[in-house]
């Protein structure tokens, strides 16, 4: 039975989700990491973001297939209702909803913690990203040319960000990944595992 489910993502899942972050480390520019972390470094990457933030997976047949996380954008506090959004699929499932549904998930479920814009760094070229994204009404914000060096040559890097919600004034104060119901995220990820499943 091909069944995919999204789950909350555990200290456990770091070799899986190293064994799909690595091709893209080693071989593209998608992202700007030269060396392949360690397991240890992505176990303690997953711990971090969770204090703070989801991070999720995608499993087909328990096996890990795609990951995304939100982590915070820029530091300061004004810049609290901020974050930058980061997913990988691995590249044997892309185009199945895979994106889309760990897409699905962490934006509803930041809608919860209060979150009101969601960024996105994208190097050029990379136009399954950005459709992406553009199918979440995520729009182009920016760019910053020739801004990383890698595999031999230099790259752009497109900004995008999207809105949640309403600006009130003042906003209701960010709300931490474990202070958001577990009954809402539960229910957030069930909902949309079973959407992505009716539709494979």
């Known amino acids: 039975m091909n069944e995919l489910v999204i789950r909350f993502a555990e ?6 989700i190293l064994k799909i972050y ?7 520019s998608i992202t700007f ?3 392949v972390p ?9 711990e971090k973001t969770k204090e703070n933030y989801p991070y999720i997976v995608c499993e087909l047949n328990n096996q890990v297939i795609g990951y995304a996380y939100a982590d ?5 506090d004004a810049y609290n209702w901020n974050v930058e959004l980061s997913i990988y699929v691995d590249k044997r499932y892309t185009h199945r909803g895979v994106g889309r549904g ?5 934006l509803q479920i930041l809608a919860h913690q209060n979150v009101k814009n969601v960024y996105s760094t994208i190097t050029s070229p990379n ?13 182009k914000l920016g760019s910053y040319p020739n801004c990383g060096y890698k595999l031999g040559t230099w790259h752009e890097v497109i900004i995008m960000g999207k809105n949640l919600g309403k600006y009130k004034q003042p906003p209701k104060p960010f709300i931490k990944i474990n202070d958001v119901s577990n009954d809402i995220l539960t229910g957030i990820l069930s909902i949309v595992s079973s959407i992505i499943n009716n539709r494979t």
Not at 102 to 106: K, N, R, V
């Open 72 to 76: 915070r954008y820029m530091e300061r």
């Open 102 to 106: 760990l897409y699905t998930c962490i």
């Open 22 to 28: 690595a091709p893209y480390v080693i071989s593209t």
């Open 127 to 139: 136009d399954s990203s950005i459709k992406l994204h553009e199918f979440f009404g995520f729009k």
């Open 11 to 16: 200290k456990n899942d770091a070799e899986a």
């Open 38 to 46: 360690t397991i240890d470094e992505i176990s303690s990457r997953i």
């Open 33 to 35: 990491e030269y060396a």
